[in-house]
C-alpha cells in the first residue's frame, strides 16, 4: 500500500496534445470490428505519453487539446478514460512525426515556465549546472547566461535570445525530446519514461 507522500508525489496530467486518431484502432493488430479507437496524446505538463479510450464517434483531430482530468465534468466527454501509459517506442508513425510539432506548441504556449526556468536553474554538483543539460550550452554559454542572468531576469525567450545568442524555445524542445528517449540520466522537464520489459 502506498503512503500519502508517494500518492501525492504522483505526475497526473490534466491537458494533453494529440499525436494520432485513429477512429478503427491499430489495422496491423486485429480487424476493424475488434478495435476500440485509438489515440495517442502528449501531456501539457510532464509530456508523459499516454494512449487513451474515446468514443467511437470522437471529432478529435491532430494536436487537439483534451482535459483529460476525471474530476472535470464536461458536457461531451470525447475520453473516456486513459487505457495505459506508453514509451516513445509504442508511438506509431504518425504520433512518432508529429511528437516534435506538439512539443513546439506546448513550449510555447508554456513560454513564462520554461523562461522561469532559466531564471531560476541552478548547480546540480560542483561541476555541472542544470542550464548545462540543454543541448548546446557548455561552459561557455552557461558563464554568458549566468552573468546576464546577474543583470536582470530574463524576460522572454527573445529577450534570452537578444542577450545570450541561445535559440532558448529550440534547446528546451531538444532536451525535452531526449528525454522523453529515456536514455537520460537527469530529468527536467518530462517525467521519467516508462521502463520497456
Do not use: C, W
Not at 500500500?1 to 505526475?11: G, I, L, P, V
Not at 476493424?32 to 501531456?43: E, I, K, R, S, T
Not at 554559454?141 to 542577450?163: Q, V
Amino acid at each position: 500500500m502506498q503512503d500519502s507522500s508517494a500518492r501525492r508525489n504522483k505526475k497526473f496530467e490534466e491537458y494533453v496534445v494529440v499525436l494520432d486518431f485513429q477512429p478503427l484502432g491499430r489495422l496491423d493488430k486485429r480487424p476493424a470490428y475488434l478495435q476500440d479507437p485509438l489515440v495517442q496524446v502528449v501531456g501539457e505538463k510532464y509530456f508523459t505519453l499516454l494512449e487513451l479510450a474515446t468514443t467511437k464517434d470522437a471529432p478529435i483531430n491532430l494536436h487537439d487539446r483534451l482535459n483529460i482530468n476525471p474530476r472535470v465534468k464536461r458536457k461531451q466527454d470525447l475520453v473516456l478514460h486513459v487505457k495505459r501509459r506508453i514509451s516513445i517506442e509504442d508511438l506509431t508513425s504518425t504520433a512518432k512525426r508529429e511528437l516534435p510539432f506538439a512539443i513546439e506548441k506546448i513550449v510555447t504556449m508554456q513560454e513564462a515556465f520554461f523562461v522561469d526556468f532559466f531564471n531560476n536553474a541552478h548547480p546540480i554538483t560542483t561541476r555541472m549546472h542544470q542550464l548545462e543539460l540543454l543541448p548546446g550550452v557548455g561552459k561557455k554559454f552557461l558563464i554568458d547566461l549566468l552573468n546576464e542572468r546577474k543583470k536582470g531576469p530574463f524576460k522572454s525567450f527573445m529577450d534570452i535570445e537578444e542577450r545570450t545568442r541561445i535559440h532558448p524555445q529550440k534547446v528546451i524542445e531538444k532536451r525535452i525530446l531526449l528525454e522523453l528517449e529515456g536514455n537520460e540520466k537527469r530529468y527536467l522537464f518530462a517525467r521519467l519514461p516508462i521502463q520497456q520489459g
